[in-house]
C-alpha cells in the first residue's frame, strides 16, 4: 500500500514541476499596405510562462504585441489592440517579455498598418 500511495505522489510531483513548453520560434513577416498584421499563435500552457520577444523592421517602424486571444479572436483583430495587449513595443527593432497567464493562449503579433511593406522578424522565446 505505502509503495503505491509513494509512487503516485512521485508522479503527481513530477507534473507539478513540468512548466510552460521550451520556446523558440522565429518566424519573418512582410506586413504593410494590404497585409497589415501578422502573427505566431502560441497555444495556453498549463501554468504561466514569461515570454520574450525580440523584433527588428527592415525599413521602418511597426508595433510588436502580445494580446490574448480572448481579446484578438483573428489576426485581423490584432489592429488596435493595443490597450487591450498583455506587452507591446513601438519601434524599429526591441525587444520586451510578457506575463502571460496559464491556460491562455495568445497572438505574438507584429502590425505595420497603412503604408510601404517591410519585412519584421519575430523571435519568441522562454525560460525552461
Known amino acids: 500500500m505505502f509503495a503505491r500511495l509513494f509512487s503516485v505522489g512521485v508522479i503527481a510531483?513530477?507534473?507539478?514541476?513540468?512548466?510552460?513548453a521550451k520556446l523558440d520560434v522565429t518566424k519573418t513577416y512582410n506586413v504593410g499596405g494590404e497585409t497589415p498584421a501578422q502573427a505566431i499563435e502560441l497555444t495556453a500552457q498549463s501554468q504561466p510562462q514569461t515570454i520574450n520577444v525580440e523584433f527588428s523592421s527592415t525599413t521602418r517602424e511597426v508595433t510588436v504585441m502580445v494580446v490574448k486571444m480572448d481579446d484578438a479572436k483573428t489576426v485581423d483583430d490584432l489592429f488596435g489592440s493595443e490597450k487591450k495587449a498583455i506587452a507591446?513595443?513601438?519601434a524599429k527593432s526591441d525587444s520586451?517579455?510578457?506575463e502571460v497567464p496559464a491556460n491562455t493562449p495568445v497572438?505574438?503579433?507584429?502590425v505595420a498598418g497603412p503604408g510601404d511593406k517591410t519585412d519584421v522578424t519575430l523571435k519568441v522565446t522562454n525560460k525552461k
Do not use: R, S
Open 13 to 20: 510531483l513530477a507534473f507539478v514541476g513540468c512548466g510552460p
Open 88 to 90: 507591446f513595443k513601438k
Open 96 to 98: 520586451f517579455t510578457a
Open 107 to 110: 497572438w505574438v503579433g507584429v
